[in-house]
């Protein structure tokens, strides 16, 4: 069956600086991707998801991107965080959904 | 574009009442429907999904939905809470076109069940 591995569970970061969160998909092949940010009272939000190897489509216009280096690899990335990009992310891959179990982001 | 409707944020209910939880889509084409539930302190857990065939679909826990489609709905059922089944649940569908299948969430529904 299908795990979804995603790092770190924790992370507080500055205002200004990059962000990378990685998710890596175990017991399946070419499976689609997905980074949805939780946050309460407004359920999970899609941000990105991918059906295959550099292909992304963004959900949201935001400060976040994705990319898809390989087939089991999917990462959240940003140049320089903002304080409105603290929340809680998870990754997910079908079918059908398996969640990761999450990142908790605090932008300080 | 896809969209999911739970009407009910909150929900409080005694041990073994009845339950239903609504939750409406919108999308034209064929779907596929799912009921996740997380408990608290735990990630997403999936309950129950239906794909095709037999619209009544029964998941864990003695949960079960129906899938109508004439209503788009695909609403949550159990017969008779338990405390354990405090929780929040989220209804999430994912639209089947060509390549892409992303999904897409309700806002969820707090269920608190009281002893």
């Known amino acids: 069956s299908q795990t979804i591995h995603q790092w770190p569970a924790t992370l507080v970061q500055p205002v200004g600086s990059p962000l990378s969160l990685e998710c890596t998909v175990e017991g399946t092949s070419n499976p689609n991707l997905y980074w949805y940010r939780q946050a309460a009272g407004r359920g999970l939000q899609l941000l990105f998801y991918?059906?295959?190897?550099?292909?992304i489509s963004s959900e949201v216009p935001q400060n976040l991107s994705a990319s898809r280096p390989q087939d089991r690899q999917f990462i959240l990335s940003s140049k320089k965080l903002l304080l409105s990009d603290s929340g809680f992310y998870l990754c997910a891959g079908d079918s059908p959904l398996h969640f990761g179990n999450g990142t908790r982001l605090t932008v300080t | 574009a896809q969209s999911v409707s739970q009407h009910n944020h909150h929900v409080i209910l005694s041990e073994a009442a009845s339950l239903e939880l609504g939750c409406n889509y919108s999308y034209g084409g064929t779907v596929n429907l799912f009921w996740y539930v997380q408990y608290p302190g735990q990630h997403l857990q999936l309950l129950l999904k239906y794909f095709s065939g037999d619209p009544l679909v029964k998941g864990i826990k003695g949960f079960e939905a129906e899938f109508i489609k004439s209503k788009f709905s695909f609403n949550l059922r159990k017969p008779s809470v338990q405390w354990s089944d405090t929780a929040e649940y989220f209804c999430?569908?994912?639209?089947?076109?060509?390549?892409?299948?992303?999904?897409?969430f309700g806002t969820g529904t707090k269920l608190q069940v009281i002893p």
């Open positions: 991918s059906v295959g190897i550099g292909q």
């Open positions: 999430a569908v994912r639209g089947i076109s060509g390549g892409y299948q992303k999904v897409t």
